[in-house]
């Protein structure tokens, strides 16, 4: 059965391998993940991937294809093996790939290459990314220690790795670019602006006056230390993360409500201004609330993941867009630090890498049991007040808050739970809206339709009551306290979740022809978990919160009140009790509870509980904490905490992905393609990075992706970086290391950057891109030769240097940087710079696009308002992404709208006038010199002739002739045209040598 199965359909899959493969040399043993995998993917996966297994054949997994667990390949032996008889045979109906997809034969190169594979023994080999980082083998033949100095042409080891590769290709070096060239790539490249003319100026001539090459060394370090002590390189590399970590200040989806983020955006600001390593940097993000006695900035920094989206549509259901955001958190964290599609895995083990359906449930179990539950309210949160210096004060208040609330209830649950309590049978339940049946469980059970605010009344029997039939509720005639039980759906959980919003208790005497009844007072009330951001005691109030769980109800949850004072039922009281619920749904229907029970109990514990002066103690401190708490002002930015351990979700893997279909429960884990070959904690540097067995929750498991166990997040970082600095990737699929993404142009190099940025570096980035920048291959002029062009158009061996168009934030920043017009302040809320009249609406709330004023209007891009449904056009123009879900890339295009919005846009408009008005301040009554200042302001340089003499005839043919009317002496410069002169700033605005670096 099994062989018949493996004649099953084979349909080619698109990916990065070409139609034929080269195969080994003849000398060289044949490489798995080179030479065989690639064939296997492009004619085979897809049938026998991790989707569909035909035959019981996956060529994902070694252990179904090799003995003695697989059955088509003997290793050794070729011609024995099912693999190579099918693809050999004559027969087109048994021949593989089958010939109604294929009708050619597969290359007789590829044949050989698998012939080859078997022969050696079919060495399987785990995808290169997964590897330990191969640092054994020398870069180039006879490596050293000296040879970087022996070297004619590297300065950094990074170049002999270029120079092999280069050379390879029969590909010769570029000769350094000229110094204003590499100061306009670094600038950019480190702080996102341009340098000056000034600052041009003085490198030029400090490069001039070098006495020797080493002088000039020493002078390029010089400068690469100032850029890397800007402030503004902490503002180039945050606007970086933004994309990856899908920055916005909104909330998304169809109403797009504002959120306060802006913090968030401040925090990486300072940490890349302060260089924090990349592996704190990954810990504080994933899992700072985790940290032993965490900081403000350990919240802050959790803001990573609630940059999520919150559906605030009335009528959506929030289990199902809290599910979307903890799968939005699994999938984004894999991109970022792993360029692995682990959303593939959502829905079905992974076509092409060796991750399993169930594998991805366990790691979404690390995240599941967070706070935040998709409310509009966004808890939890952590209020950070706008002026920096407040933000420490705000830190330890709304953290005593925390403490006090979980001290308080912590010390009435554990005397709750001790208390020996007697489920109550009602001897009526009546509801002022759909119906209440009393099970024989005691549970009673509402079903029907509820208004928002529906009551329920439920009678519980005393000593005697009318009812010969009715059961006491208690054995005595003493109650102190009684406690609510609320429970699932056990064939639907989690189901929609409930609060009490209050609780009315009274005594009611039946004896007579009318009811007396008399209220009881209830003294406080202790909840089993604080999972709501309210107080469970604003349940004896009526006001907004109360006790229960909301919006879902994953498991039973309780609260205990207790009475004042102990309540005596005399013959033929009962206790009458008034269930009020005015939680509704974003959509304002009612949340009515649906399964719950009473309990009552004469335990004297609880009584002398509220006598109890530590109860005092910590109701005082809590009251006192919460006063301070609501005096403090400022933005509330969404964290992550996780639910108390008595309330944790129970995750279980999802039928085909799909949310409502949920099966068996799993543990918290990692794939076991990722701990087969190394440990899951080796290397601990930092005394919060313990070595563990197992991951068993966030902080396992941020310590796990930064270690040496795992080489994956080394590689991808370094690969980051070098696509932000030469606009490509070593691996140009940076969101993908896995089969399917492109492999690494040079393999070696991109193990030598990911072991200087994990181990010689510390993970610390600016010593990182210093050896970078300051090395050959990253000084060589952009200048292109046609040797160079013909062998190598795009730049993958890098004989040359970068030169690649800037981001959407850079051309807007250099253009207020050039014109100067660029605020230099730095942090705090964002701002609305001009934008076209109509492109933002708010149709649900009417919120409006203010546009600042002043400085505010000319402040860095990064601080732009971003709103999800509307972000700033000019950006998107420019390849921005919208930031509703990670982005680990930009793409850029080319198309008309972009010289549109440079024309056009108020922006630019703004900009060409002041640049035009700051070169006629400053060169006198000459044109020509005007024009120099602007050209050099903006492209870095001076123009050549053909160049100068284009924007002169630019500026002659628009000039309007000068009117007699004109003002004498109103400007010194009256024979340069301000408006005309501007039209000729916007112009150098929009040259190829300003848009590019």
Request: hydrophobic share 35%; glycine share 6%.
């Amino acid at each position: 059965m099994r062989i018949a199965a493996f004649f099953g359909l084979i349909i080619a899959v698109a990916v990065s391998t070409p139609a034929s493969h080269a195969g080994a040399a003849e000398h060289e043993p044949i490489d798995f993940n080179r030479d065989v995998r690639p064939i296997l993917i492009q004619y085979c996966t897809s049938c026998h991937g991790g989707v569909k297994q035909a035959g019981d054949v996956s060529f994902v997994y070694a252990d179904r294809v090799l003995p003695p667990d697989g059955w088509i390949v003997e290793p050794g032996e070729p011609d024995e093996s099912i693999l190579i008889q099918r693809i050999t045979t004559d027969d087109a109906d048994m021949r593989m790939p089958p010939a109604d997809e294929h009708p050619e034969p597969l290359p007789a190169e590829d044949v050989e290459t698998l012939r080859r594979w078997i022969s050696e023994g079919a060495k399987w080999g785990d995808l290169w990314s997964m590897a330990p980082l191969k640092l054994d083998a020398p870069a180039v033949p006879g490596d050293s220690p000296s040879a970087v100095a022996e070297s004619s042409w590297a300065k950094k080891k990074l170049d002999l790795f270029v120079e092999t590769k280069r050379t390879q290709q029969g590909l010769s070096p570029s000769p350094p670019a000229p110094p204003n060239q590499w100061l306009r790539r670094v600038s950019l490249d480190l702080t996102g602006l341009p340098p000056t003319p000034a600052q041009i100026g003085a490198f030029e001539s400090a490069c001039k006056s070098a006495a020797n090459e080493a002088a000039r060394d020493q002078i390029y370090a010089a400068e690469v230390d100032r850029l890397l002590a800007s402030p503004q390189y902490g503002q180039r590399w945050a606007s970086m993360w933004m994309d990856l970590a899908r920055y916005a200040d909104s909330m998304g989806f169809e109403k797009d409500p504002h959120r306060d983020m802006w913090p968030y955006r401040d925090w990486l600001i300072r940490s890349f201004n302060r260089d924090m390593p990349y592996d704190e940097f990954t810990i504080k993000q994933l899992a700072g609330d985790l940290l032993p006695d965490p900081t403000a900035d350990d919240l802050i920094a959790t803001a990573f993941h609630r940059n999520t989206q919150t559906n605030t549509e009335g009528g959506t259901d929030d289990e199902e867009f809290r599910v979307a955001a903890i799968i939005d958190r699994v999938n984004t964290t894999w991109t970022v630090w792993q360029a692995t599609t682990f959303g593939c895995v959502q829905c079905h083990s992974h076509p092409y890498d060796p991750l399993e359906h169930d594998e991805y449930y366990r790691c979404m179990a690390l995240f599941d049991s967070s706070l935040d539950a998709d409310l509009p309210d966004d808890y939890p949160t952590f209020k950070v007040p706008t002026n920096p210096d407040d933000i420490e004060h705000a830190f330890t208040v709304q953290r005593e808050y925390e403490s006090a609330r979980q001290r308080r209830n912590d010390f009435g649950r554990q005397r709750c739970g001790d208390t020996p309590w007697t489920p109550a049978t009602p001897t009526n339940a009546t509801s002022s809206g759909g119906k209440l049946k009393i099970n024989d469980d005691h549970v009673q059970t509402a079903s029907g339709t509820f208004p928002v605010g529906v009551e329920y009344t439920i009678d519980l029997a005393g000593p005697t009551s009318p009812d010969e039939n009715a059961e006491s509720a208690i054995d005595g005639d003493t109650i102190t306290g009684i406690r609510l039980e609320i429970f699932p759906d056990p064939g639907n959980a989690p189901g929609q979740g409930s609060l009490l919003t209050h609780l009315r208790v009274a005594v009611v005497d039946n004896q007579g022809d009318q009811e007396k009844s008399t209220d009881i007072a209830i003294a406080d009330v202790f909840v089993d978990a604080l999972t709501q951001s309210t107080d469970p005691r604003d349940s004896l109030q009526g006001n907004s919160g109360g006790v229960g769980e909301h919006p879902k109800l994953n498991d039973r949850r309780w609260a205990c009140f207790i009475f004042k004072e102990p309540v005596k039922l005399a013959d033929h009281q009962n206790l009458r009790l008034r269930m009020k619920q005015s939680q509704s749904t974003t959509g304002n229907l009612a949340t009515p509870i649906r399964d719950f029970r009473w309990s009552v109990t004469d335990d004297p514990a609880l009584t002398e509980l509220l006598a109890n002066p530590q109860l005092s103690e910590f109701t005082s401190a809590l009251d006192q904490a919460k006063k301070q708490a609501d005096e403090i002002s400022g933005a509330s930015l969404p964290i992550v905490r996780s639910r108390p351990s008595q309330a944790a979700r129970v995750t279980r893997t999802f039928i085909r992905g799909n949310w409502m279909e949920r099966d068996d429960a799993v543990t918290p884990g990692i794939p076991a393609v990722f701990t087969q070959s190394a440990p899951l904690i080796d290397d601990a540097k930092a005394p919060n990075q313990q070595a563990a067995a197992v991951v068993e929750n966030r902080l396992d498991f941020a310590n796990w992706l930064v270690s040496k166990g795992n080489p994956l997040a080394a590689r991808v970082w370094a690969n980051r970086i070098w696509a932000q600095l030469f606009g490509r990737g070593l691996v140009e699929t940076e969101e993908d290391f896995g089969s399917s993404g492109l492999a690494p142009s040079d393999p070696m190099l991109l193990d030598h950057l990911a072991d200087l940025a994990r181990n010689e570096h510390r993970w610390h980035l600016k010593p990182l891109l210093r050896d970078i920048v300051l090395s050959s291959t990253y000084r060589q002029t952009h200048d292109a030769s046609d040797q160079n062009m013909a062998v190598d158009p795009r730049n993958r061996y890098f004989a040359r240097g970068p030169r690649t168009r800037l981001s959407a934030e850079m051309i807007r920043d250099q253009a207020l940087a050039a014109s100067q017009l660029l605020s230099d302040e730095s942090g705090g809320p964002s701002v609305m710079p001009p934008q076209p009249d109509g492109v933002w609406q708010a149709v649900y709330s009417g919120a409006q696009w203010k546009t600042s004023e002043g400085d505010q209007r000319y402040r860095r891009a990064l601080y732009t308002y971003w709103r999800r449904t509307s972000p700033y056009p000019s950006f998107l123009t420019f390849d921005s992404p919208t930031r509703d879900l990670c982005s680990a890339r930009r793409l850029d295009t080319n198309t008309p709208l972009q010289a549109l919005v440079t024309l056009n846009d108020p922006v630019y408009q703004e900009c060409s006038a002041a640049l035009a008005k700051n070169a006629i301040d400053q060169s006198g009554e000459s044109v020509e010199v005007a024009i120099d200042s602007m050209f050099r302001s903006v492209t870095s340089q001076t123009p050549n002739d053909l160049e100068r003499s284009a924007l002169l005839s630019l500026y002659t043919d628009l000039r309007s002739p000068p009117t007699s009317s004109s003002d004498d002496g109103a400007d010194n410069n009256d024979d340069i045209d301000l408006p005309t002169l501007s039209i000729v700033a916007n112009t150098i605005l929009n040259l190829d040598k300003a848009l590019t670096k």
